[in-house]
């Protein structure tokens, strides 16, 4: 087993890059060229996160002179069975298609029920990345010793288009009552292209690659990872460590630094992002990118739609922050503006502020809405504390570049 500091360093890279052939928007956004982001609120808190994700956006392209186009879109989950019976309506399918079709991008707020998946399956976003790297500002405000926190960096690579969340199900009556049904597959064409991208990953990054799985439970589907995990380690110079799931939730808080690479099925992957939110302090904080093998991104949180917390002020906008920072990065090559963003929001942890959730002694709570005021304000602060005084009127985004050191820490690291 290869421990995290036995790890070969190497140079990280955009993750849309692993995903296979030249992928359509792996090339950074040309100059002049407005970015397209999608914009799906969802249900719950929603609303209120997007909205401070936007407040955000809107900050970043005043300091930046970037300039968007954000289109809005219609509902999703719980709001669009309501309204119409389907967790991811027509019109919803035909104004992503549209968003990707011009190159553009998702912003997605929580939908809740069959709406992700449903989306994932329409579309073909086989591999979510969830990256993991708790940051030391939160380092008071978890439940962990930051000292077992400190070389903790990790990438999850999750199944998004087969295994149980995409089989078939159904119930039915007999003699002994009703009998709920559900099955599931995994083909070795979709684990190959999967599992390949997660090799990739390990590759380019510390070299360790841990496959999920779980042997006695579901064996031969656990079989079929296993050929594909050694065949992509094989290939790439990587010795797979296959570990069973109920270990691996154990281990991830446990010994979290022992990981770099994670690739795991569908409903594993799921479990597993959740814990990792515990890692860095709260699920609000966690956020991930769901992609097609084109490239074509939906970014989003790693947690539902809280419906408890609807309308309070109180939810944690910093998990939308960051899949927006994520989008920036990945979709468009924004380099700058990710790390203004990510740099920001790191400020304004270690100045104090805070929302209830990662509270700790000595910190000031803020509301939904004033957290992403905070945020919003330190990036036009440092934007304006990095660019030059006699500069400043009529500067161009390109007088702010990704070695101008905008972030307070490093951006994250993927």
């Known amino acids: 087993m290869k421990e995290s500091g036995q790890f070969k360093k190497r140079n990280p890279v955009r993750l849309i890059g692993l995903l296979g052939t030249e992928p359509a928007t792996t090339a950074a956004l040309p100059r002049g060229t407005r970015p397209v982001i999608g914009v799906l609120a969802g249900a719950g808190i929603g609303r209120e996160i997007i909205g401070a994700a936007l407040h955000v956006l809107q900050s970043v392209e005043q300091a930046l002179d970037l300039r968007c186009e954000v289109r809005h879109g219609g509902l999703i989950g719980e709001e669009a069975v309501a309204e119409c019976g389907k967790w991811l309506p027509e019109e919803t399918m035909k104004f992503c298609a549209g968003v990707f079709q011009d190159g553009g991008a998702i912003l997605n707020g929580p939908g809740g029920g069959r709406y ?6 329409r579309f073909d976003l086989f591999c979510k990345f969830v990256p993991v790297q708790p940051a030391p500002e939160l380092a008071g405000a978890g439940r962990i010793a930051p000292r077992f926190l400190k070389d903790v960096d990790l990438l999850i690579v999750r199944d998004n288009t087969g295994g149980v969340y995409q089989g078939q199900w159904g119930d039915r009556a007999t003699d002994q009552g009703r009998v709920a049904e559900h099955s599931f597959l995994y083909s ?102 769901n992609f097609d093998p084109h490239g074509h991104g939906v970014y989003q949180t790693n947690h539902g739609c809280a419906h408890d917390l609807v309308g309070m002020d109180v939810a944690n906008p910093a998990g939308q922050i960051l899949s927006l920072a994520m989008l920036l990065r990945e979709s468009f090559g924004l380099e700058e503006a990710t790390g203004l963003i990510e740099g920001s929001l790191a400020e304004t942890w270690r100045a104090g502020w805070r929302t209830a959730d990662l509270a700790e002694p000595g910190c000031k709570i803020l509301g939904t809405k004033a957290m992403a005021g905070k945020v919003a304000e330190q990036i036009l602060r440092a934007a304006e504390s990095k660019r030059p005084r006699k500069a400043w009127a009529g500067a161009s985004a390109a007088a702010l570049t990704p070695s101008s050191g905008f972030a307070a820490r490093p951006a994250i690291r993927q």
């Not at 446990?254 to 890692?279: E, H, M």
């Open 116 to 121: 992700v998946y449903d989306l994932r399956r």
């Open 188 to 289: 070795e064409g979709e684990l190959k292209r999967l599992v390949e991208v997660a090799a990739r990953a390990a590759a380019g990054r510390r070299g360790g690659l841990h496959v999920i799985i779980k042997d006695g439970g579901v064996p031969t589907v656990t079989a079929l990872w296993r050929e594909v995990g050694r065949a992509a380690a094989r290939k790439h110079g990587l010795e797979a460590q296959f570990m069973n799931i109920d270990l691996a939730a154990y281990e991830v808080i446990q010994n979290p630094a022992r990981f770099d690479v994670i690739v795991t099925p569908n409903l594993f992957g799921d479990i597993l992002a959740d814990i990792c939110g515990v890692l860095v302090s709260s699920r609000g904080v966690t956020f991930s990118g």
